[in-house]
């Protein structure tokens, strides 16, 4: 099929970044955001793929209020696991392969050392048991799937980790970052780029349906990523907050996180032909771009 890839959650941080490369690069793209349509509802869901006719579907909407999700199950569950089933069954009418993006808070946490696809899922939470069973309905609706599980999602559109350490920077004199959870940060611009290849991979006739981890490269713990965030910010602004690191006990949270959720990438990269940019790297850039749009909106 020729058609466009039509994004479901084009108004998140991912959708948004998608579509913004998407028309940048003239790669044919149609977002539609929870207004245009709401993954839990399967009749717009299914009236947007016949309008649209795309030959791929991207699955960027989700509930990712990870603390929230204790007390709101139910509509975490609606958006993650129903939602995400409902999307891949109405691409499946159509025999259109989606993309359903998870998250590494499917696992535990327990393992040294990076978590392969093959391993154990074993949520701690409930966004991960909520993203966890839509990986399984996914699987189960839609014969080509491609789960694309991530982690630490920042970038230059909406709320996210990065912004919220630049905005910390400029209100105090000590930020205090928890320093024993370890993960990958995951810059959105990489995770459009595996949308990307996946999409060529497909033009290609490429058929790897499966669940493959995406994430950026190297791993680092909150604590890390703040302080690059400072530096980074630093280099341009003269200014140095003290990162000081605390443990997860310090910092009580509605769920718990894993202590580690590393995720190892080479599935993807050896299928896909894409790695992500090593994290400081995108971390940098995103700050320098971030104090750009600040400066010219000054
Ligand atoms: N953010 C992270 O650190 C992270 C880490 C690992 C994996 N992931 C996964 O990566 C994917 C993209 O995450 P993101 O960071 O881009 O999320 P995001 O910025 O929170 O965006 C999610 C979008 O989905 C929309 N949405 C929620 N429920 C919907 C529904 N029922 N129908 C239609 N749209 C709905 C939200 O709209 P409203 O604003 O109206 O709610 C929002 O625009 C998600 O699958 C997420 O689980 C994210």
Redesign the pocket.
């Known amino acids: 099929m020729n058609g466009p890839i039509l994004v479901?959650?084009a108004?998140?941080?991912?959708?948004q970044e998608v579509m913004a490369f998407a028309e940048a690069r003239g790669i044919g793209a149609i977002g539609y955001?929870?207004a245009k349509?709401?993954?839990?509802d399967f009749a717009s869901v299914k009236a947007a793929i016949l309008a649209v006719k795309p030959r791929l579907v991207l699955n960027?909407?989700?509930?990712?209020a990870v603390d929230r999700a204790e007390t709101e199950p139910e509509a975490a569950f609606?958006?993650?696991a129903a939602?995400a089933e409902t999307v891949a069954r109405a691409a499946a009418l159509q025999q259109v392969p989606v993309i359903q993006?998870?998250?590494?808070?499917v696992f535990a946490g327990t393992k040294r050392g990076a978590y392969v696809e093959t391993d154990p899922i074993a949520p701690l939470g409930v966004y991960g048991q909520t993203?966890a069973a839509g990986e399984a309905m996914v699987r189960h609706a839609n014969p080509r799937h491609f789960i694309l599980r991530?982690?630490?999602?920042y970038g230059r559109f909406?709320a996210?980790f990065l912004k919220t350490i630049l905005r910390l920077s400029r209100e105090r004199e000590e930020l205090r970052i928890v320093a024993d959870q370890h993960g990958c940060p995951t810059a959105t611009q990489d995770l459009a780029e595996a949308v990307f290849a996946i999409d060529r991979a497909l033009a290609r006739g490429i058929e790897a349906p499966g669940t493959y981890h995406f994430a950026g490269d190297g791993a680092t713990t909150w604590h890390g990523f703040a302080s690059a965030i400072v530096e980074a910010e630093a280099q341009a602004t003269g200014r140095r907050p003290k990162v000081s690191p605390i443990a997860t006990a310090d910092y009580p949270t509605a769920a718990l996180r894993p202590a580690n959720s590393e995720l190892d990438s080479g599935l993807f990269a050896s299928v896909f032909g894409y790695r992500a940019r090593d994290w400081q790297t995108r971390a940098r850039e995103t700050v320098a771009m971030l104090l750009k749009e600040t400066r010219a909106e000054t």
Not at 11 to 15: D, K, R, Y
Not at 37 to 40: F, L, N, P
Not at 60 to 64: C, D, E, G, M, P
């Open positions: 479901f959650g108004a998140g941080q991912l959708g955001n929870r349509a709401d993954i839990t960027a909407a989700a509930y990712t609606a958006a993650n939602g993006t998870s998250t590494d808070y993203k991530t982690a630490w999602v909406g996210n």
